[in-house]
């Protein structure tokens, strides 16, 4: 079982950057692919950017070229750093992380941290 606790968001002006983190606690962190999920108001969670066990990094088009993803597996932390920010950046923000294991999917969610972007 894992837990994961999201931090970092709150109100910034069009064009600011900020960081998101994710604190992971549970075992075998190292093992779980991550991601970051987003959801618009009255929308479907949507995905941001994920994070494979083995290091491969991939971001939804809107995003590339200004959100970039990092894992600490020392720490368990996994962050979202985010530039160049857009109001159609605003939404909540969700950490993910999932693994499958002898035919057993694992997915783990945290509760989201909210973000708004203003112009």
């Known amino acids: 079982q894992l837990q994961l606790t999201e931090s970092g968001g709150g109100s910034v002006q069009s064009g600011t950057s900020l960081r998101l983190s994710c604190v992971v606690s549970?075992?075998?962190?190292?093992?779980?692919?991550l991601a970051w999920y987003r959801q618009f108001s009255g929308m479907l969670r949507e995905l941001v950017a994920a994070?494979?066990?083995?290091?491969?990094?991939t971001y939804t088009e809107s995003v590339k070229g200004r959100f970039t993803v990092s894992r600490e597996n020392t720490h368990k932390m996994y962050h979202l750093d985010m530039n160049n920010l857009k109001p159609e950046d605003t939404a909540k923000y969700y950490c993910?992380?999932?693994?499958?294991?002898?035919?057993?999917?694992?997915?783990?969610w945290g509760q989201g941290t909210p973000l708004t972007v203003f112009s």
């Open positions: 993910n992380a999932h693994r499958v294991g002898h035919g057993v999917a694992e997915d783990y």
């Open positions: 994070s494979s066990a083995t290091g491969l990094n």
């Open positions: 549970g075992s075998d962190f190292g093992f779980y692919d």
